[in-house]
């Protein structure tokens, strides 16, 4: 199966199926069944290139087909956890940098709570 990359930003890594079953299995998915779906997942993709965004509604409706409602609720309240933490601790590629607070250091992204 050809690779495929997953974009964000101007970076890109090749697709995972661990991290994508890490993802839905901390999610309250049972972990057999979300490395399943991963690889369901992984076909779909096919090959080429895929933005994060993308892949995260293509996770979703695979979700949805297999596990239903209740568990794309779940797989996406993780995944907003998920990315507040990711701001919190690493900062955001896609923040404004006049956002920043005074005393900051330039190559810190700061996003306000909301």
Known sequence: MPDVVVIKGERGLPYS???MAQSLSASGMAPDRAYEL?????????GGTIEVSAL???AAEVVREHEGDDA??????????QSRRDV???????ADR???????KPGYE?????
């Not at 991963?38 to 096919?46: D, N, P, S, V, Y």
């Not at 794309?72 to 956890?81: E, H, K, L, Y």
């Not at 919190?88 to 896609?94: A, F």
């Not at 700061?110 to 909301?114: A, E, L, S, T, V």
């Open 17 to 19: 199926k661990w991290l």
């Open 38 to 46: 991963a690889r369901e997942i992984e076909a779909r993709l096919g």
């Open 56 to 58: 995260g509604e293509l």
């Open 72 to 81: 794309v609720r779940r797989f996406r309240d993780w995944q907003r956890r």
């Open 88 to 94: 919190r601790e690493h900062g955001s590629l896609y």
């Open 98 to 104: 006049r956002s920043r607070p005074p005393g900051m």
């Open 110 to 114: 700061w996003i306000p709570d909301p």
